[in-house]
């Protein structure tokens, strides 16, 4: 009996250990995260949060009741802002953040995105620097970005009216991959996206106006339902 009550001492004794280092790694971790989101955001984007949740053991991270707004360098106006109850990041590769030049991560998740799109603030940029001799990470392999409920405004110059509406939508987009070190203007592809949303309403303006009550789309195929 005293030998297995040693052995539940000691075992107990790692566990506690265990458990005392994790959450020290997660308070240093959180500040890290927060550091480095503060560091790396480019200027001309503004990035605010209420909170921030992150388990190092499983490679998660969650920001809450996200706001971000981006504008044009040198502009004083944002062309698009986005607000979303909640940002999640799941299954970070941290062997690869920490030693290669490919971060992946397992999933990303955005609840109830609200996206509004001014694209007459908006102006392309002329990528003309070569990004393949930075260092850090280069390509991003993102296994499932999915957005639920989500909706999306993109705006028309003539007092801020509305060009095209999604009131509802749901995204999701498989085995995506981002170059950053690409001067294209896309530099995403993906395997396959499966996009679902309801009351669509798109205003050409002199009269001309298209409705869908919802819509489905893939790679593969695009259903319409009640267009107008």
């Not at 694209?119 to 001799?133: G, I, Q, R």
Request: hydrophobic share 40%; proline share 2%.
């Amino acid at each position: 009996m005293k030998i297995r009550n040693k052995i539940l001492i000691i075992i107990s004794s790692i566990l506690v250990f265990i458990a005392i280092v994790l959450a020290v790694l997660q308070l240093y971790a959180k500040k890290y995260v927060k550091d480095l989101i503060a560091e790396k955001i480019p200027s001309n984007y503004t990035l605010k949060y209420a909170d921030l949740d992150i388990n190092i053991a499983w490679g998660n991270i969650t920001l809450h009741d996200v706001v971000l707004k981006m504008k044009d360098k040198e502009a004083s106006q944002n062309y698009a802002d986005l607000k979303t109850a909640s940002l999640e990041l799941n299954g970070i590769g941290y062997w690869d953040l920490a030693f290669n030049e490919t971060l992946s991560i397992k999933g990303i998740l955005l609840q109830n995105p609200k996206l509004n799109y001014y694209p007459y603030k908006h102006k392309e940029s002329k990528k003309s620097e070569d990004n393949s001799k930075n260092k850090g990470i280069q390509t991003l392999e993102i296994k499932k970005i999915a957005i639920e409920k989500g909706s999306l405004h993109v705006m028309r110059k003539s007092a801020d009216s509305i060009k095209m509406t999604l009131s509802s939508f749901d995204l999701t987009v498989l085995a995506s991959q981002i170059d950053l070190k690409s001067t294209d203007k896309m530099p995403f592809v993906y395997e396959n996206y499966q996009l679902d949303a309801q009351k669509i309403d798109i205003d050409n303006g002199n009269y001309d106006r298209l409705k869908v009550d919802s819509l489905s789309a893939n790679k593969e195929a695009i259903n319409l339902t009640n267009f107008q």
